[in-house]
């Protein structure tokens, strides 16, 4: 691995002009720089600089679209191969946060409350601390992470990494009150009332999105982002099908053939795969078929029923076949995005939505209720980790702003 990272940073042209940062980076990694103090072996100030850039850098280096990305936007990738800078992220990243010592900043006098902890929570409560805000960070499940620790299967992103960031906001004097849900015993005006200055929600999109066709509740079908929660509860069966092509879908598709499934079948309504180009290619890899132009009509005790599309030349959907495709699975499950939870509109006056559920936010990232702000995937709807921590860092300017720091 070391060789493998030295002989990719000595690729890099160090451009003065980084479309890999400009163009490819959501959240505007330095790569040239971070390359750069790497190849000199200054690796604790590269990994400084990734981190107060970016504290989710070790996670992005494991799950973001790289070849969509700083990778895609590489110069050397137009007549060759780009320089795999999420090689060289990850080491960094993840060597800086076994070894750096952290400390708690001195008190500015301000708290702020932080509701979940995704990656959007997570980079703000230890962005907020570092500024000496105490931050108490409330989680609704056990364990810290959102959809890092529940969505993103292992095998993807290994756990272990996710709870050092618990290590990393608690050395920092971070408080985390896991099972604590804001929108049921506690509510956001709890929080105000009790000297929180702020509130940050990073609630993400926890509520599976229902495509409304007959057999949605029955025993044979699940729902991709629940299922993700705990593979291990569910009897998968020998013969899956998933409803949708996203990277849930895949996720779904890739842990299912991990628990047990032989066949699993990914089902698209079109020919357009919205899925990763890499998650598509590593859900075949490992076995899985991509069905395209089946749109779900319903859902029986055998499995699914499509309609089959008829394209035209262009691909575009122009019709449907007369008969159905009756397929049958043991289990089918259902991948077709998802919504915020309403917990928090019910129990907050002034919280207001767009029509999709998500939530209203100014060019600061707060809400329509002052001193909260929101930003992720409750914002934005399901994105990716590192457009959450771009939202996050905005937020933190709003927050910051605000509290007058």
Known sequence: MAIHIVEEANRCLGCKRAFCQIKGCPVQTPIPQVIDLFKQRRLEEAGELLFQNNPMSAVCSMVCNHSGQCEGACIQGRKGTPVHFSS????????????????PAPSCGKQVAVVGSGPAGITVAIKMAQLGCAVTVFE????IGGVLEYGIPEFRLPRALVQKYRHVMCSLGVRVRPSTTIGGALHIDDLLRDGY?????????????????PGESRGNVLFGIDYLVDPSSVAIGQNVAVIG?????????????RSGARKVTVYARSRHISAIDDEVELTELDGAEIVCGKAIYAIDDNGPVF??????????????????????????VIAASQVPKDKLVLTT??????HRGLLSVDERGMTTVPGVFAAGDVVNGPLTV????AGAKLAVEGMTSYLGL
């Not at 993400?204 to 066709?213: C, D, F, P, V, Y």
């Not at 092509?245 to 053939?257: E, F, H, Q, S």
Request: aromatic share 8%; hydrophobic share 40%.
């Open 197 to 213: 200055d702020a509130v940050f929600v990073g609630t993400g999109t926890w509520r599976a999105r229902k495509l409304g066709i």
């Open 140 to 143: 609704q499940r056990p364990e």
């Open 349 to 354: 006056g002034g919280l207001e939505t767009d």
């Open 245 to 257: 092509a996203g990277n849930v879908a895949m996720d779904v598709a890739r842990t299912a053939l």
């Open 307 to 332: 309609e089959t599309a008829i394209f035209d030349e262009d691909n575009n959907v122009v019709g449907y076949e007369e008969e159905l495709d009756h397929v049958s699975a043991d289990t089918v």
């Open 386 to 389: 590192v457009h959450a921590v």
């Open 88 to 103: 060289i992220e990850n080491y960094i990243s993840t060597a800086y946060l076994d070894r750096k010592e952290w400390k």
